[in-house]
Nanobody, 121 residues
């Protein structure tokens, strides 16, 4: 019903920047919360940033002051701007969204396919 397509990952030197994008399409009435998780190599998946339907944001300590989450509701898209990247930011980044397919119902969670971010020293 709903697909989340991520883009913007890649290889960057330490101190550089990347902007990740995640666009939702399909049977969408509205989207509530959106955000990003990441999974470093050999580690567990962890929350990076979260944004509510009303635009309130939360960040994991690892990204505070360096990462910014934003959304464009007209495009059903969430972004993650990552600055001052460090090698420990290397991970597969996954976006998520809570999608309403009709008014009054509960949201259903959807996930992107993941995009690789590699930060070299």
């Amino acid at each position: 019903q709903v697909q989340l397509v991520e883009s913007g990952g890649g290889l960057v030197q330490a101190g550089g920047s990347l902007r990740l994008s995640c666009a939702a399409s399909g049977s969408i009435f509205s989207i509530g919360a959106m955000g990003w998780y990441r999974q470093p190599p050999g580690d567990e998946r962890e929350l990076v940033a979260h944004i509510t339907g009303g635009g309130s944001t939360n960040y994991a300590d690892s990204g505070k002051g360096r990462f910014t989450i934003s959304r464009d509701n007209a495009k059903n898209t969430v972004y993650l701007q990552m600055n001052s990247l460090r090698p420990e930011d290397t991970a597969v980044y996954y976006c998520y969204a809570g999608v309403y397919d009709k008014i009054g119902g509960p949201p259903a969670p959807y996930w992107g396919q993941g995009t690789q971010v590699t930060v070299s020293s």
